[in-house]
T-cell receptor, first 117, second 110 residues
């Protein structure tokens, strides 16, 4: 019954390393999102994509990039990991339903906890 | 300043007791408000959605209320169970933009 799958649950990387976080959804959703979750701050949007090969910056895109080559897959890339990128990363997907009541319930993955040493 | 403020930050209750979580927001224009439940080690899962015209909505032992005039919502948990131990996140939609609260961590003890 898993609908949004994140490739790695736990990662430990060193400062300066390149990090790939992958997310796959099987619901044929148009929209995919990457958030980071830090204690006391809630979820913050890094990047989102509303179609294949399309991407939009969220609230905190600095230090990150994304790739969406296929509809079901959305990758988050840290080109050169830094210690302040230690966090829980959550991927989510949704359909494009722009109504007041149906506005995009998000389906989340289980999260990827990244530690940068 | 976060446009969605949740309180308390955390609470501990005994199994079988009730509790109420608060969410105040300044997001505008308002589309809808959702409460998500996030179990430890899992992603958030939607519990309820409230639109502008709805005051109360229930999902089993969870009841959400919304006062769009004062921009406040609450989530009431009735007869708490150990499985209610989780973080509860309030998410407010302004058209296509989502604003997340920091969450309330609920711990239910036997």
């Amino acid at each position: 019954d898993v609908k949004v799958t994140q490739s790695s649950r736990y990662l430990v990387k060193r400062t300066g390393e390149k990090v790939f976080l992958e997310c796959v959804q099987d619901m044929d959703h148009e929209n995919m999102f990457w958030y980071r979750q830090d204690p006391g701050l809630g979820l913050r949007l890094i990047y989102f994509s509303y179609d294949v090969k399309m991407k939009e910056k969220g609230d905190i895109p600095e230090g990150y990039s994304v790739s969406r080559e296929k509809k079901e897959r959305f990758s988050l890339i840290l080109e050169s990991a830094s210690t302040n990128q230690t966090s829980m990363y959550l991927c989510a997907s949704s359909r494009t339903v722009w109504t007041a009541s149906g506005a995009n319930v998000l389906t989340f993955g289980a999260g990827s906890r990244l530690t940068v040493l | 300043k976060n446009q969605v403020e949740q309180s308390p930050q955390s609470l501990i209750i005994l199994e079988g007791k009730n509790c109420t979580l608060q969410c105040n927001y300044t997001v505008s224009p308002f589309s809808n408000l959702r409460w998500y439940k996030q179990d430890t080690g899992r992603g958030p899962v939607s519990l309820t959605i409230m639109t502008f015209s709805e005051n109360t909505k229930s999902n089993g032992r969870y009841t959400a209320t919304l006062d769009a005039d004062t921009k406040q919502s609450s989530l009431h948990i009735t007869a708490s169970q150990l499985s209610d131990s989780a973080s509860y996140i309030c998410v407010v939609s302004a058209a296509v933009k989502l604003s997340f609260g920091a969450g309330t961590t609920v711990t239910v003890r036997a």
